[in-house]
C-alpha cells in the first residue's frame, strides 16, 4: 500500500522530510558530545526504528556496534497491557559497554521498560534511551528517557518507519491519521 492508495483527506502532513532531517541531526550531535572518545552499542527496537536507526547512525563520528531487538506484546487489550516478550534478542556481549536504545516513538514506555531492565541486568557501564518522537504525556511506566527528539500530542502517526497496521512504514514523510467526525 502507498499513501496515494490511501484516502488522502485521512492523512495530514505533520514532519517533511527537511524537519526530520534536523531532528536527525540534532540527536546525532548531542550524542557525538556525550559519547565523544567512547564506544556506544546502538540498541534498535524493531521494526519501527529501521529507517531513523539508518539515518541516525550515519550521522554518528564514534565507535559504534549496532544490534537489534523486537518485542511482541501478548494478550493485550483495552484495559490489559499483556506480556512482554522478545522474540529477537540481541547477540551483542554488553557487559561493560555503554548502551544507547534507538526508538523511533515512545508511547505507554511499558515495551522500553521491559527492554531497559532486561538489558541492566548484563552490567553494561550504562544504558541510556534515545527517541526521535516522544508522546511523553502517554507514560504509564517510569522509564528514563535522556534523549527526545520532539515532544508530541497523544496522535496516530504513519511513515518514516511508523506502520498502520504493517503499512506505510517506507514513506519518507510524517503523517498523522485524521479520524472523520
Ligand atoms: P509503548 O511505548 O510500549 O506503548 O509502545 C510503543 C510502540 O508502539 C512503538 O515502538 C511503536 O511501535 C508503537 N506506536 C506508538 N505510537 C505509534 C504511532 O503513533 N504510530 C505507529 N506506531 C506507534
Ligand atoms: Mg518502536
Same mark, same amino acid.
Given at each position: ?8 483527506? =485521512? $492523512?495530514?502532513?505533520?514532519l &517533511? #522530510?527537511?524537519?526530520?532531517?534536523s ?5 546525532? &550531535?548531542?550524542? &557525538?558530545?556525550? !559519547?565523544?572518545? #567512547? ?9 519501527? %526504528? %529501521?529507517?531513523? +536507526?539508518?539515518? $541516525? %547512525?550515519?550521522?554518528?563520528?564514534l ?9 511482541? =506484546?501478548?494478550?493485550? =487489550? ?5 506480556? +512482554? ?10 557487559r ?6 534507538? @526508538? ?23 544504558? @541510556?534511551?534515545?527517541? $526521535?518522537?516522544?508522546?511523553r504525556?502517554?507514560?504509564m ?6 534523549? =527526545? ?10 511513515? !518514516?518507519?511508523?506502520?498502520? @497496521?504493517?503499512? %506505510? ?6 503523517? $498523522?491519521?485524521?479520524?472523520? &467526525?
Open positions: 500500500m502507498s499513501k496515494s492508495n490511501l484516502d488522502e483527506k =485521512s $492523512f495530514t502532513k505533520f &517533511n #522530510q527537511t524537519d526530520i532531517e531532528i536527525v541531526t540534532s540527536l546525532a &550531535n548531542q550524542i &557525538n558530545r556525550a !559519547y565523544e572518545g #567512547q564506544q556506544v552499542v546502538l540498541v534498535g527496537v524493531l521494526k519501527g %526504528c %529501521c529507517i531513523f +536507526m539508518a539515518d $541516525f %547512525c550515519r550521522q554518528l563520528k565507535d559504534v556496534e549496532i544490534d537489534f531487538v523486537r518485542m511482541i =506484546s501478548q494478550g493485550r =487489550s483495552l484495559t490489559e497491557p499483556g506480556t +512482554m516478550s522478545i522474540v529477537k534478542d540481541i547477540t551483542t556481549d554488553i561493560g559497554k555503554h548502551v544507547l536504545i534507538v @526508538e523511533e516513538i515512545i508511547d505507554s514506555g511499558r515495551a522500553l521498560k521491559f527492554l531497559y531492565d532486561r538489558l541492566k541486568a548484563s552490567q553494561p557501564a550504562s544504558v @541510556e534511551v534515545l527517541t $526521535f518522537l516522544d508522546k504525556g502517554k507514560r511506566v517510569d522509564v528514563p528517557v535522556k534523549y =527526545s527528539g520532539r515532544l508530541i500530542e497523544d496522535q496516530f502517526l504513519v511513515g !518514516y518507519g511508523l506502520d498502520l @497496521e504493517e503499512k %506505510c512504514r517506507n514513506l519518507p514523510d510524517i503523517y $498523522f491519521l485524521k479520524y472523520p &467526525n
